[in-house]
């Protein structure tokens, strides 16, 4: 049985959160995007993120948020495992973290978008059983529009209801990310 610990991330481990993530994400001005993508904004109902340890290791960071007005979908974030960690089993155990974390905190569903360059979180996601649809929203940039997916799951035993392409403000985060 793996053993994983789960830190959530507060002021103290800040730095060692920003450089996981950053290890496993390089973007330009990442600690800043990471950093903003982490902190409570007004649209948002909850968010939490955690390190994620093997022993005294950090092996990747995961996170749950979820928007205000959607108050019964918990969101996964910041999901991911340090290369030498990969194809271990950690990212399986994670997911089912916070698919158990989403339930407990009284979630209905389960989501989280990508895009097709992450095949190897794309097939942990169908793995794990979640509805796959492309989003495509008005109010989003082409850009957007023409690569992100979004997979949902039910944590209950009714049908699990699509994004149905419901606003999300990509465009938005994707330019803070620039």
Request: aromatic share 16%.
């Amino acid at each position: 049985m793996m053993q994983l610990k789960y830190v959530e991330v507060d002021n103290r481990n800040l730095d060692l959160a920003v450089r996981v993530q950053n290890t496993i994400f390089p973007l330009e001005n990442g600690r800043q995007n990471y950093i903003e993508g982490i902190t409570k904004d007004p649209y948002r109902k909850e968010m939490v993120n955690y390190i994620v340890y093997v022993k005294e290791n950090p092996i990747g960071v995961i996170g749950l948020y979820s928007y205000n007005e959607y108050p019964f979908d918990a969101w996964l974030s910041w999901f991911g495992v340090l290369q030498e960690y990969r194809k271990k089993g950690y990212g399986s155990a994670m997911f089912d973290f916070f698919e158990k974390l989403a339930l407990e905190k009284g979630y209905t569903s389960i989501r989280v978008y990508t895009d097709d360059a992450f095949d190897k979180a794309i097939l942990l996601y169908e793995k794990k059983k979640m509805i796959k649809e492309f989003y495509n929203n008005e109010l989003e940039s082409e850009e957007i529009n023409k690569g992100t997916i979004v997979y949902s799951k039910s944590l209950t035993k009714e049908k699990t209801n699509k994004w149905n392409n419901r606003f999300l403000g990509l465009t938005m985060q994707n330019e803070k990310e620039k």
